[in-house]
Each structure stands twice: as structure tokens, then as C-alpha cells.
């Protein structure tokens, strides 16, 4: 018995659109609902959300039961986070603040067992392996590990062309929020140098071969990306959603019973 299909990772290989949504609300419950919302995948923040193996873990079980794919982004890119998160059953994995080739080479090490990686063998132990359920899970995993590299700096995107050319890396992110601070636009994602910088670098990446992705709520950069050959994209943010409708409903009632 092999390790379970990654349907996203071979969606994108294959041009597919995926549509997905960023989870920061760090929770199991949150979690179920948006599994309930219809997006291609759900984006689970290690990074900038107050998540930790545990919590991960938690919504990896609730989506595990629903359509929406899990994709796991790590706070950082070492090999013992790797580790834990693969063996936790995550099998995509978004990786923050990719600069080099080097660095991406590195990733792919950490995402594939030896003789060719450096992925510790614990499937023993492992959610991943269904705790030994899956006979096959070593010979098997790494065919359905889908590894995303983010470039979100100027180094990073100066480095792009090498990174490109790293076997193993399924897929380039730009991040906008991070690009923009780095540029000299810092809360300024849409800035006209920012935007031109995001596009041409998702035509490198799409020409590459590889999967381009983006995380934007802007609905004409999602067209544009979409329109070079983006395939996964995630157009919303639960955190955001659910902030801006408690107040927009905090603000109708009171205008409603108090008439302010
Ligand atoms: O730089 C970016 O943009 C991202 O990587 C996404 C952000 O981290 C996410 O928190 C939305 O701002």
C-alpha cells in the first residue's frame, strides 16, 4: 500500500488551477468550517499564525476528512521542522523565505529519505505512515511530497533563475507582503514597482516549468497571475474575513438599535 495521492501536487503539475485560502485562526474547529467552503486547498500557517506541531496536527486530522488539501507552511525552512511536519502527515509543505539555490537544494534534502536525502526515518512513529498502516510509506512518500519554495525578498528573486533549476522543487511563491518591504514598499504590496516585479517573476517561474503561486486579495492580480499560468492561488484570508464581518456586524447593530 502506497502513500496517499497528493491530488494537489499533481494538479499543479499538470496546470490545474487550485484555489486556496490562508488559515491563521490556528484552529481545528475554524478549520473544519472552511473545509466545508469549497477551496482547492487550505494554507496552514506555522509562520505568522500561533501555531505549533500540536495545533497543526489537529487541523491536518479535521481536513484530512474533507476535499480541501493541506498545505503546511513551516515558520522556517530547517530540517528537524521538516521532519516533524512530514511525519505529522503534512504532504505539501510552503516553505518561507527561499534566497538561493543552495537553500532550495537543501529543502529538497530535507523532504526525501537517504540514500538521496536526509529525511529521518521514523515512520514507525508516524501519522504519516498511518503508524506503519502504510507497508510501502518509505518507498513510496517522497512521489507524493509536493515541495514549494517561497521567494518574497530581492535576493531571493535575484536568485530565482538558480532556484528554478532545483529537480525537486515543485513550485515558486512570491510572496507580495514580504517583496514589498524589502522594495522599499512596506504595506504597499500594490505599488505599481511591486506588482511588475510579482508578474515578471511568475513568467519566470511558469516558463520554468514549475508550479507559480501567490497568496493575494487583490482580485486583478489574481487574473494576471492566473492569466500567465498561476496555478495555485490563494485569494483569501480567514483571519481577515472573520475580523472585518465582526466588525462590519458590531457597526450595523449599533447603527441599527442606537442609530449611530
Ligand atoms: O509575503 C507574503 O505576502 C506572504 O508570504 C503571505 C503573508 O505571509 C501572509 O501573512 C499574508 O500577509
Sequence with gaps: MPAPHNSFKHAIANGELQIGCWMGLADP????????????????????APNDLRSIVAQLQ????????????????????????????????????????????????????PPHGVRGVGSALARASDFSGIGDYLTTARNEICLLAQVENQKGMSELDRILEVDGIDGVFIGPSDLAADMG?????????????????MEKIVASGKAAGILTLDKDL???????????????????????????????ARQNLQGE
Design 185 to 201: 514598499f512596506i504595506g504597499q504590496a500594490g505599488a505599481a514597482e511591486v506588482q511588475a516585479a510579482v508578474l515578471g517573476a
Design 29 to 48: 474547529y475554524i478549520a473544519e468550517i472552511s473545509a466545508g467552503a469549497g477551496f482547492d486547498w487550505l494554507l496552514i500557517d506555522g509562520e505568522h
Design 62 to 113: 479535521v481536513l484530512a476528512a474533507r476535499d480541501s488539501h493541506a498545505v503546511v507552511r513551516p515558520p522556517i525552512g530547517e530540517t528537524w521542522i521538516i521532519k516533524q511536519l512530514l511525519d505529522a502527515g503534512a504532504q505539501t509543505l510552503l516553505v518561507p523565505m527561499v534566497e538561493s539555490a543552495a537553500q532550495a537544494q537543501d529543502l529538497v534534502d530535507a523532504v526525501t529519505y
Design 222 to 252: 489574481q487574473n494576471d497571475c492566473r492569466e500567465i499560468g498561476a496555478t495555485f492561488i490563494a485569494t483569501e484570508i480567514d483571519v481577515t474575513l472573520f475580523a472585518r464581518n465582526m466588525r462590519s456586524a458590531s457597526n450595523e
